[in-house]
């Protein structure tokens, strides 16, 4: 009789779950989970009475991975297309949504644009020249804005895709790579194409880019992990790695009961580059620095409930939310109506609008230090000015995710590589996350199912 292969999974995050998901049936997993409850940033709270995800809110669709997860675990059903709307930018004193057709905020027909008044004059005239601008092969990587200001012009860099790229990574365009935050854009720079035209003529995805999940995306976690069938301790935080003289891996764990040693023939690292830099620290040193090195971004989430019938003067807001420039000065970095997206959540509560704002990108933790009744008054006086007068929430709560983004800086795919090739030292041991190739759950999702096959593929497990 042969054995199952053993594998510690570390962090029970929705990268660690979907490892132990690929790995069912083929090892013994257990997932090891510092917090009281799996999912990391997808959790699922309730606010005056009402499933309100507190982290991750939808899963992107444009790739399948978190999608078929979904089914994969028996959430199929519960998969929901947001409400159609445009997306929004709060700028120049007004919400103006942006035309179809851009990618993450990059238009792709500048006369789209025309009227929108999401540029002045100047910029939609700095915008129109791009087709006529020399384009050379873009070889090395380079600082988002670096590129796009160059082509597009500074303001419809600060003014649309900043706003798109502080939604999704909390990041700005003058340090986030364009490589590793924008492949799309970087493979038209690499062959020194113009790049409106590269655009323009990309097909479309059709349907929905994002999906939600009924009941809230921390549904997902909790599916899966009760799906794989894994062995789950959570409240365990993992303190140290040690090498075993068969060759596998011995893990130290802090618990409530006092410290926990386990071991196994396997290890997948599925923490944030933080967690994973201490514990390779002895390991694989150039791993550590270069983990060290991925720099995080702190948001808070403001979730409000406000009863329709007390609404304010200015009424409740229509579409599904707004994204904010920084260039604005404003504090609030977005703004969903979770009432108006998504059907499950306004049919769960009809007399009430839930909304939530969020605060911080890299760089601005001293927003986050502030008490959560200020962060609510702020999130809600920038409301006020962006959709008017809503009145006061009767319930609010603020969810802090302190080191919550990883910022894919210039030559993050670089620093991916060292840290893949001093990993890939270490038998039986492998890293997933959103650390390394895409923060969105469905690349989470992708990196954790890689890590599994890898882990089986090293120890000649038959796919
Ligand atoms: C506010 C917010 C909103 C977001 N919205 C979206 C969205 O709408 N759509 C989308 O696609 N993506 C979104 N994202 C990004 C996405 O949710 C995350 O990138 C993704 O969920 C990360 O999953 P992960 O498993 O890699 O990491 P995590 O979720 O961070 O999980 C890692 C787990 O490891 C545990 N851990 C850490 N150290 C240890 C240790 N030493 N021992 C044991 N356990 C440990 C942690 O407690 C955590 O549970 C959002 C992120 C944030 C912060």
């Not at 600082?143 to 796009?148: G, H, R, V």
């Not at 160059?150 to 900043?162: N, S």
């Not at 194409?193 to 003529?201: I, R, V, Y």
């Given at each position: 009789m042969t054995s199952k292969r053993s594998v510690i999974v570390i962090g029970g995050g929705i990268s660690g779950l979907a490892a132990a998901w690929q790995l069912r049936g083929r090892a013994e997993v257990t997932v090891l989970e510092s917090e009281a409850r799996v999912g990391g940033k997808l959790r699922t709270g309730t606010l005056a009475g009402v499933a309100v995800d507190e982290g991750a809110?939808?899963?992107?669709?444009?790739?399948?991975?978190?999608?078929?997860?979904?089914?994969?675990?028996?959430?199929?059903?519960?998969?929901?297309?947001?409400?159609?709307?445009?997306?929004?930018v709060w700028t120049r004193g007004a919400l103006r949504p942006m035309p179809a057709g851009h990618v993450l905020g990059i238009p792709s027909d500048p006369e789209a644009l025309a009227g929108t008044g999401l540029l002045s004059e100047?910029?939609?005239?700095?915008?129109?020249?791009?087709?006529?601008?020399?384009?050379?092969?873009?070889?090395?990587?380079?600082?988002?804005?670096?590129?796009?200001?160059?082509?597009?012009?500074?303001?419809?860099?600060?003014?649309?895709?900043?706003?798109?790229?502080g939604g999704v990574y909390a990041g700005s365009t003058d340090h986030l790579s364009l490589r590793s935050a924008m492949p799309g854009?970087?493979?038209?720079?690499?062959?020194?194409?113009?790049?409106?035209?590269?655009?323009?003529?990309?097909?479309?995805?059709?349907?929905?880019?994002?999906?939600?999940?009924?009941?809230?995306?921390g549904r997902l976690p909790l599916a899966v992990a009760r799906a794989c069938g894994a062995r789950i301790l959570t409240g365990t935080t993992v303190r140290a790695l040690e090498r075993t003289a068969s060759g596998g891996w011995r893990v130290q764990a802090a618990t409530a009961d006092g410290p926990l040693l386990l071991s196994a023939d396997a290890v997948i690292l599925a923490v944030p580059a933080f967690a994973a830099a201490a514990l390779l620290g002895p390991h694989a040193p150039a791993a550590h620095s270069e983990l060290s090195a991925i720099p995080y971004a702190s948001t808070a989430v403001v979730t409000m409930a406000f009863a329709r019938d007390r609404a304010g003067l200015g009424g409740l807001p229509s579409g599904n939310g707004f994204l904010v420039p920084p260039v604005d000065g404003h504090t609030v970095k977005a703004a969903t109506f979770l009432s108006n997206k998504w059907g499950w959540q306004a049919n769960a509560a009809p007399e009430l609008f839930l909304l939530r704002a969020s605060i911080g990108r890299n760089g601005e933790e001293h927003l986050l230090d502030r008490p959560d009744r200020h962060l609510v008054r702020t999130a809600l006086n920038d409301l006020h000015r962006a959709v008017g007068a809503i009145g006061e929430p009767v319930a609010a709560r603020v969810t802090r995710w302190d080191r919550g983004l990883p910022q894919y800086t210039v030559g993050h795919a670089t620093r991916l590589a060292r840290i893949r090739h001093d990993v890939a030292g270490l038998p039986g041991l492998e890293v997933c996350g959103a650390a390394y190739e895409g923060v969105g759950i469905a690349a989470c999702v992708a990196t954790g199912l890689a890590a599994a096959e890898r882990v089986l593929d090293r120890a000649g497990v038959p796919g």
């Open positions: 809110e939808s899963l992107m669709a444009l790739r399948p991975e978190a999608v078929d997860l979904a089914e994969a675990v028996g959430l199929g059903r519960a998969l929901a297309d947001p409400a159609p709307a445009p997306v929004t100047q910029g939609l005239a700095r915008l129109r020249e791009e087709p006529s601008l020399p384009a050379s092969p873009v070889t090395e990587d380079v600082a988002i804005s670096t590129y796009l200001a160059e082509r597009i012009g500074r303001e419809a860099v600060d003014r649309l895709v900043e706003p798109l790229l854009v970087a493979g038209i720079a690499g062959r020194g194409q113009p790049l409106l035209a590269a655009l323009h003529g990309r097909p479309r995805p059709k349907g929905s880019f994002v999906r939600g999940v009924e009941g809230g995306t």
